[in-house]
């Protein structure tokens, strides 16, 4: 088969399930060639600010959820998110990501609206801003939209409603995600979800149809990563023999199918993938991915933020999460995109062809 050829569903189902390093790595030389032909050989990092822990959803796998009482909850002050960003700017990152719990209420949202403001006043508009601030109404992303951030990255997190159901409490709405999804794309957001890969009751199958929505919905981006247990969550306290090893090799394959199918959307090398494995963000792009997000979040507060068991660099400044960045990019034959805001192509020809259709009209 070459590059170009599609999968049925059964083969990449086959390949989900497949255990066998040599195969597999055949598999994501594959991807790696569809990468580096749709969105080229540079590598482009989005600087992740995970701003504040408080949280008003209670997902049953997140280490941040309201419920879990052992975590102390903490607030980024304005400078602190502004002096994060100016640095992602002289660094010449070209991309920040605002990340945090979920807050739907207006104080939040006008937080939100100035701070964006304020990050493109001093950074001469340079900065790409991602957000990744959960489900919000029409008029909040509308207004975020308008204050300069472009990006929306809100996973999915499976597109089985079945399997959404038995990971979160009855009071979070699988259509709500998606009909927020929808909105965002309608907008004109660049828009980007994902999906946890290796939840418990997940099927190949379940996976192969989560490809299938992201084709479906169009989506510009993809930030999906391995499932990792936290042991103060109800659903990680159910999960016996967590093989971390094989968890990472099902991800990697999951992002090497998706690069196939979808081809020229940006697709994120997650944290996750190195909490597996030292090296898993690396072998997250020769598995054909082009996204970084190097952590900014001040160290004194990393700690705050564990989605999950062993998430890592708890103890690295974004200085030193630079350094040991760069050298592991250049070892897989990859450069940063520095200066460069890397938008996805997915998007540049999505727009084009909007605005082709209008002139047209
Ligand atoms: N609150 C926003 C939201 O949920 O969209 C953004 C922050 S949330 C922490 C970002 C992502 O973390 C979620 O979409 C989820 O997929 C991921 N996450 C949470 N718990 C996780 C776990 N135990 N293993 C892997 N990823 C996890
Ligand atoms: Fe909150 Fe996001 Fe964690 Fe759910 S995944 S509990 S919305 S931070």
Redesign the pocket.
């Known amino acids: 088969m070459t590059p170009m050829q599609a999968y049925t569903d059964t083969e990449m189902a086959n390949w989900l399930e497949s255990t066998d390093p040599a195969q597999l790595a055949t598999l994501y030389q594959k991807a790696y060639a569809v990468k580096q032909q749709f969105v080229g050989n540079k590598v482009y990092y989005r600087g992740l600010i995970e701003f504040s822990n408080v ?1 008003q ?1 209670n ?1 049953l ?4 959820r309201r419920g879990n009482t052992n975590v102390e909850r903490y607030e980024m002050n304005d400078t602190e998110i502004l002096e994060a960003a100016c640095w992602a700017h002289q660094q010449r990152y070209g991309s920040i990501v605002l ?4 807050r739907e209420t207006p104080a939040f949202t006008k937080r939100i609206e100035d701070l964006l403001n304020q990050i493109h006043a001093k950074t001469n508009n340079e900065l790409g801003i991602t957000l ?3 489900e919000q109404s029409e008029s909040t992303y509308r207004r975020w939209l308008a204050a300069g951030a472009k990006r929306y ?3 999915i ?1 499976t597109s089985n409603p079945d399997l959404y159901s038995s990971i979160h409490p009855s009071d979070h709405d699988f259509d709500r995600r998606v009909a927020c999804l929808k909105t965002l794309h309608n907008l004109g957001w660049q828009t980007g979800t ?1 999906v ?1 890969i290796g939840l418990p009751g997940q099927t190949a199958m379940d996976l192969v149809k989560d490809i299938h929505f992201f084709k479906k919905l169009d989506v510009d981006m993809i930030g999906m ?6 042991n103060d ?1 109800p659903l ?1 306290q159910k999960v016996s023999n967590f093989d971390g090893a094989r968890q990472l090799q099902r991800a990697l394959t999951m992002i090497a199918l998706t690069r196939m199918q979808l081809r020229d959307v940006n697709i994120a090398a997650a944290t ?1 993938l190195q909490a597996l494995n030292p090296q898993g963000r690396e072998r997250g792009i020769e598995a054909g991915a082009n996204i970084i997000m190097p952590n900014l979040t001040e160290t004194r507060y990393r700690t705050g933020y564990q ?2 068991n062993g998430k890592p660099c708890m103890d690295e400044n974004a200085g030193m999460c630079r350094f040991c960045l760069e050298g592991r990019i250049a070892s897989v034959g990859e450069s940063v995109g520095y200066g460069e805001q890397g938008d996805a192509p997915h998007f540049l020809r999505r727009i084009q062809h909007t605005q082709g259709n209008h002139s047209a009209a």
């Open positions: 949280c959803k997902c796998y997140c280490g941040i990340q945090g719990g979920e990744s601030l959960g990255l809100l996973r997190e994902g946890m990563g391995p499932y990792i247990p936290h969550t990680g996750a989605l999950y």
